[in-house]
C-alpha cells in the first residue's frame, strides 16, 4: 500500500515536522544569542559573523583558498589589538605579547589547538606510510639494502627512544612529516627567497659579493661556521631573509586549561583558544619600516639594531616554544648562501621570474605559500669570464 501524508496519516505527521523545525529553529536562535552576549569571550570584540559561526572562516580558508590570516588582520585594523575571530578562539595582535604567550611548562600548562594541523598532500602521506609500514615489518635489516636514501625514516623506526607501541606507520608518518616540514622544505624555501631578492637588488648583491670575497678568498676552500658568523652583512642577510619569507602564514593556537590569560584590560578564561600569527609581526611596519623592502641594513649594526629587532624575528615560532632546530636551519642557510654565492654569485641573474607571483607569500597552508601560478625562482649562470 502507498503512504501518502494526506488524510489521517497527515493529521499525524505534520504537526510532528512542524515541532521538530520549531525546536531546530529554536536551538539555533539559541546558539547565536549564546555565542553573541553569554559566552565566555563574548565581551571580547571583532566582526560578529565570526563570533557567530564557523562559516565565516571557512570561507576565506576554503573557498578563497587560505585567506583567512589577512582578513584576520584587517579585523585587527577595525577592532584593536585583540578579536574574537570564531565562537571559541581569540587572536591577539601584539608583538610584544608573543613570548608571554608562548611560554613553557615552566609558566604554566598550555597545550595546541587542534586548528593549527600541519599539512602534507594525500598522496605524500600515503608513500611516507606505505615506507614506514615497510620499513616496521623488515626491522633489522640493513637500510641500504633495501630503502636507499631513507636513513631519517629508519632512524624513527629503530629508536629505543619511542615506546614499542609508539613505533606506528602513522607515528612514524607524522614524524617524518614535521621532518620534511621543518627541516627542509621551510629552509629551502628560504633560500629560493633569498636568491630572488639579492640578485633583484642589485646593491645588497654588491655589498654581499665583496664581503664573501674579502672574507673567503678561495672558494675551493669552505670556510667554518665561525668564520661565517663573523661576516655581518651575511648574517643580516640571513637574517632578513628569515623575516621576508615568513615560514609560518596559520596562526599558532595555545590553550591554557589551569589560568585565565589577561591582555590588557581583557581576561581570557581557562581553556579559551589564544592565538598570534608570526606573519603579522615580520609584516608590523612599527617594528620593520618598508616592510615590503628586502634591507639587510636594518640588522646592521648587530650587537644594537640586530639584538633589537632578533626578538621579533618570529620565523619559527618564539619564546621557549621556538623551533628547537632554528639554529641548526641559521647554519645550514648561511653556509648555503656564502658557499652558492661565493662560486656562483657574479655570474647569477634571474629570468623569467615575477616578484608577485613566484615569491610573496599570497595564501596559508600553515606553511607560508606563493601564488597557485607559482614558476619558482628561475635564475641562469652567464657564463664565467676568462
Not at 192 to 218: C, W
Not at 251 to 267: C, E, M, S, T
Not at 273 to 285: A, G, K, Q, R, Y
Amino acid at each position: 500500500m502507498e503512504s501518502t501524508l494526506s488524510g489521517r496519516d497527515g493529521w499525524y505527521v505534520w504537526p510532528l515536522v512542524t515541532v521538530s523545525l520549531s525546536f531546530m529553529f529554536l536551538y539555533v536562535i539559541y546558539g547565536a544569542v549564546w555565542r553573541l552576549y553569554f559566552s565566555p569571550i563574548a565581551h571580547v570584540p571583532g566582526p560578529r559573523l565570526a563570533a557567530l559561526t564557523f562559516w565565516n572562516e571557512t570561507y576565506y580558508d576554503i573557498v578563497l583558498g587560505g585567506k583567512y590570516p589577512w582578513k584576520i588582520a584587517e579585523y585587527h585594523k577595525a577592532y584593536g589589538p585583540i578579536i574574537r575571530i570564531n565562537p571559541y578562539e581569540v587572536h591577539i595582535n601584539d608583538p610584544d605579547f608573543f613570548a608571554k604567550l608562548y611560554v613553557g611548562i615552566s609558566k604554566g600548562r598550555s597545550a595546541k589547538w587542534p586548528s593549527a594541523a600541519f599539512y602534507m598532500t594525500l598522496q605524500e602521506r600515503e608513500h611516507v606510510q606505505a615506507q614506514a609500514g615497510a620499513m616496521i615489518s623488515q626491522r633489522g635489516i640493513p637500510v641500504e639494502k633495501s630503502f636507499p636514501g631513507q636513513s631519517l625514516l629508519q632512524a624513527l623506526v629503530d629508536t629505543n627512544l619511542l615506546p614499542e607501541a609508539e613505533r606506528t606507520p602513522e607515528r612514524i608518518t607524522a614524524e617524518a612529516q614535521l621532518a620534511m616540514g621543518a627541516g627542509t622544505l621551510n629552509t629551502s624555501h628560504c633560500l629560493r627567497v633569498a636568491t630572488y631578492h639579492i640578485l633583484a637588488s642589485p646593491d645588497v648583491h654588491a655589498k654581499l659579493m665583496q664581503e664573501l670575497m674579502s672574507g673567503f678568498p678561495n672558494p675551493d676552500l669552505p670556510p667554518t661556521l665561525d668564520q661565517l658568523e663573523q661576516m655581518p652583512y651575511l648574517r643580516a642577510t640571513m637574517y632578513e631573509s628569515l623575516r621576508i619569507f615568513h615560514g609560518i602564514a596559520h596562526r599558532l593556537p595555545r590553550v591554557f586549561p589551569d589560568r585565565a590569560i589577561q591582555y590588557q584590560d581583557w581576561i581570557i578564561p581557562p581553556g579559551t583558544p589564544v592565538s598570534m600569527t608570526p606573519m603579522h609581526i615580520l609584516d608590523n611596519e612599527d617594528i620593520f619600516p618598508e616592510r615590503y623592502r628586502f634591507q639587510p641594513e636594518r640588522w646592521l649594526p648587530l650587537d644594537t639594531n640586530g639584538q633589537r629587532l632578533l626578538r621579533y624575528l618570529v620565523t619559527f615560532g618564539g619564546g621557549s616554544r621556538s623551533c628547537v632546530g632554528l639554529e641548526l636551519a641559521k647554519a645550514e642557510i648561511l653556509t648555503s648562501l656564502a658557499c652558492v654565492w661565493r662560486r656562483f654569485g657574479a655570474r647569477m641573474r634571474l629570468k623569467d621570474t615575477v616578484r608577485e607571483r613566484d615569491v610573496d607569500t599570497v595564501y596559508d597552508i600553515f606553511a607560508a605559500a606563493p601564488s597557485r601560478q607559482d614558476n619558482g625562482v628561475l635564475v641562469v649562470l652567464d657564463e664565467e669570464q676568462p
